[in-house]
């Protein structure tokens, strides 16, 4: 299946910018849609962004503006570059890929996963 693999994070002051990176690795797959959830202490996972393998986004609306995704389907890679960072985007980042995998070439399944998350801590 696919692995994946997240870089960058760390602690910034407000206003700052961070920028992550996330690598997806496997056996013979296609990956479909990419994004990065966050989940802050004592909530629920959110999705940030995400975007398709045709380029199409949707961001939250928190973060429109301030955040902007980019994917490269060759590498198998997206990232976020996160701009005018405030407090309430401290969280643990996760990467995540929706994408069909085959073991035999012909019959292909759907699957997702995760990163193991990266954590970002703007100070106020």
């Known amino acids: 299946q696919v692995q994946l693999v997240e870089s960058g994070g760390g602690l910034v002051q407000a206003g700052g910018s961070l920028r992550l990176s996330c690598a997806a690795s496997?056996?013979?797959?296609?990956?479909?849609?990419m994004g990065w959830y966050r989940q802050a202490p004592g909530k629920q996972r959110e999705l940030v962004v995400d975007?398709?393998?045709?380029?199409?986004?949707n961001y939250a609306d928190s973060v429109k503006g301030r955040f902007t995704v980019s994917r490269d389907n060759a590498k198998n890679t997206v990232d976020l570059q996160m701009n005018s960072l405030k407090p309430e985007d401290t969280a643990v980042y996760y990467c995540?890929?929706?994408?069909?995998?085959?073991?035999?070439?012909?019959?292909?399944?759907?699957?997702?996963?995760w990163g193991q998350g990266t954590q970002v801590t703007v100070s106020s």
């Open positions: 995540n890929a929706a994408f069909l995998y085959t073991r035999d070439g012909y019959k292909w399944y759907a699957a997702s996963a």
């Open positions: 496997g056996s013979i797959f296609r990956i479909n849609t």
């Open positions: 975007i398709t393998s045709g380029g199409s986004t």
